[in-house]
């Protein structure tokens, strides 16, 4: 049976399904469930300069078909996250940062720390949709690009950047051509669809409190959406000589799901809302499934179907 191995801007993964950030990842005890699961990586919570609590509860809930959520970047400041990549390091596994910004300013600071830390990747998240009053800075391609210029000159880490959304190829051609003049290695897309709203008909409220009920999207909702941004990346991406890693999220819960995702191009994938239903176990389940897939369609490896999809 095909080994569903792979490699992310160089670094090698064991497989191709791994945590995203945000979910059972701010504390050390959950980043060591994860270090004790099939996750081939250790991803984690996307942590700002200073510890932050979060909005206020209820911010997370179940819906028909995946989750809405707005946590508000609850994390204990990344001055404990490069405590826990140093002892995390016993594991193996490539160890990922999230770094967010308040301020532009902050995504520099953080970058530096983390270029000097155990830590193996750093995704800059420019997508966060659930801070009051901070809009989506990878919306705003001169916002990114005055970013870019600052934490690229720093260090030899390689960085990626975790993206929105887009719905519009020239808005997605924007940040490509952006991401090609800068030194960055992988991208992983999508955060969840920011700004959606679930409202109980009984109650006749919002089911989240912050943001007058307004939340990011997550699970089965979002699959097709994030396929199309893998997609549209792997073939703007494609035409370069410049490899970027492509890190598919949104909706997977199944081999199957996955296996869409290395067909559209992915190098490797997240979960969430499945991680967050299932616990761990998912990672080996899923992997499962994937390699099965792989070997029934007669694939020796991963390059085989990555990025294959045929065209009617
Ligand atoms: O913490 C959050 O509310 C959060 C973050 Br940082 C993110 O990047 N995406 C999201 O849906 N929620």
Redesign the pocket.
Same mark, same amino acid.
Request: contains cysteine.
């Given at each position: 049976m095909a080994a569903a191995k792979t490699n992310i801007a160089g670094i090698p993964l064991a497989s191709y399904i791994f945590n995203a950030?945000?979910i059972n990842d701010s504390a050390f005890e959950e980043l060591e469930t994860i270090a004790n699961s099939a996750s081939p990586a250790i991803m984690m919570?996307?942590c700002t300069l200073e510890p932050r609590k979060?909005?206020d509860e209820p911010?997370y809930a179940h819906l028909p078909f995946g989750s809405i959520?707005?946590?508000?970047?609850?994390?204990l400041g990344y001055k404990e996250y490069i405590k826990f990549a140093s002892r995390l390091k016993k594991y193996k596994k490539p160890i990922i940062a999230?770094v967010?910004g308040l301020h532009p300013d902050d995504y520099g600071v953080l970058v530096e720390a983390f270029q000097k830390s155990n830590a193996d990747l750093i995704e800059v998240?420019l997508?966060?949709?659930?801070?009051e009053g901070k809009s989506q800075i990878a919306y705003d391609t001169s916002l990114s690009e005055g970013i870019l210029a600052e934490i690229c000159k720093i260090g030899k880490k390689p960085l990626g950047l975790?993206l929105p959304p887009y719905y519009d190829s020239a808005h997605q051609e924007g940040m490509a051509e952006l991401i090609k003049r800068f030194d960055i290695s992988f991208i992983t897309c999508i955060?969840?669809i /920011?700004n959606a709203l679930a409202i109980n008909p009984e109650t006749e409220t919002p089911m989240l409190k912050p943001k007058k009920g307004l /939340?990011?999207l997550?699970g089965d909702y979002i699959k097709p959406v994030a396929l199309g941004n893998v997609r549209n990346f792997y073939e703007i991406f494609g035409r370069e000589k410049k490899k970027v890693s492509i890190i598919g999220v949104g909706g997977i819960k199944s081999g199957s799901d996955a296996f869409e995702f290395l067909l559209a191009g992915a190098d490797a994938v997240q979960i969430g809302t499945a991680f967050e239903r299932e616990g761990a176990s998912c990672f080996k389940r899923i992997n499962r499934e994937l390699e099965c897939i792989l070997g029934k369609k007669g694939y020796k490896n991963m390059n085989e179907a990555k990025g294959r999809l045929r065209y009617l």
């Open positions: 950030s945000g919570k996307s979060g909005n911010r959520q707005c946590m508000g970047l609850p994390n999230s967010a998240n997508s966060c949709p659930n801070i975790k955060n969840s /920011g /939340g990011g997550c």
